[in-house]
Each structure stands twice: as structure tokens, then as C-alpha cells.
């Protein structure tokens, strides 16, 4: 096994290791929360990560998240829409209406 001759001296040392330097972590705001959040980790605030919740720490939130974005479809949206029928109808009855409240002013 090899052993050094001599020992290491305390400048060489610390020449040596002027180069271990610490590096400040690269941190990104939190799109759920806009708190201040570590890149590429889940945000220690409320436990969101990659456009969902990975964490368990706010399940009340992410339940809150979820039914305030319902998801559409198309059946939703026929449903929604009025019919051309019954925008007919609806004409029709309003036209009666007015012509009914004409008769009696006369």
C-alpha cells in the first residue's frame, strides 16, 4: 500500500481545496402557490409538482382543484346550448305574449 514520505502541508491544503466551493440551488416560483420552490422538486409549500399534486400534504386542496375544473365534454355542451327548436318555441310563446298584452291595452 502506498504511504506518503512526508505529510501535506497546511498551504498545499488549502490550495488544494480553494476549489470546493458551495453552489446556491437553482429555485423556480411554484405555478399553484407562487412560492418560492427548488427546481425540479415538489413545492414544500403545498405538495404540487408537474401540474398535478404529488404530495399528500394538501389533499384538501388538490380535492378543491379538482372540482373547480370540471372536465367537458361533449354531451355538456349540447346540453348547454339551446336547440334551434326550442329557440323557436321560446319566440313564438314571447311573440304571443306580446301580442296578447296589446289586446288588452286596446
Same mark, same amino acid.
Given at each position: 500500500? *502506498? $504511504?506518503?514520505?512526508?505529510?501535506?502541508?497546511?498551504?498545499?491544503?488549502?490550495?488544494?481545496?480553494? +476549489?470546493?466551493?458551495?453552489? $446556491?440551488?437553482?429555485? =423556480?416560483? !411554484?405555478? +399553484? !402557490?407562487?412560492?418560492? /420552490?427548488? &427546481?425540479?422538486? $415538489?413545492?414544500? +409549500? !403545498?405538495?404540487?409538482?408537474?401540474?398535478?399534486?404529488?404530495?399528500?400534504? +394538501?389533499?384538501?386542496?388538490?380535492?378543491?382543484?379538482?372540482?373547480?375544473?370540471?372536465?367537458? =365534454?361533449? /354531451?355538456?355542451? &349540447?346540453? /348547454?346550448?339551446?336547440?334551434?327548436?326550442? $329557440?323557436?318555441? &321560446?319566440? *313564438?310563446?314571447? &311573440?304571443?305574449?306580446?301580442?296578447?298584452?296589446?289586446?288588452?291595452?286596446?
Amino acid at each position: 500500500m *502506498a $504511504v506518503p514520505k512526508k505529510r501535506t502541508g497546511k498551504a498545499k491544503q488549502a490550495t488544494r481545496r480553494a +476549489n470546493w466551493k458551495g453552489e $446556491v440551488p437553482a429555485t =423556480t416560483t !411554484c405555478p +399553484n !402557490c407562487k412560492e418560492i /420552490a427548488p &427546481a425540479h422538486t $415538489v413545492c414544500p +409549500n !403545498c405538495g404540487y409538482y408537474k401540474d398535478d399534486f404529488a404530495s399528500i400534504k +394538501n389533499k384538501k386542496a388538490a380535492e378543491e382543484v379538482k372540482e373547480e375544473k370540471p372536465k367537458k =365534454t361533449r /354531451a355538456k355542451k &349540447a346540453k /348547454a346550448e339551446p336547440k334551434a327548436e326550442e $329557440v323557436k318555441e &321560446a319566440l *313564438a310563446e314571447e &311573440a304571443k305574449e306580446e301580442t296578447a298584452e296589446e289586446k288588452t291595452e286596446e
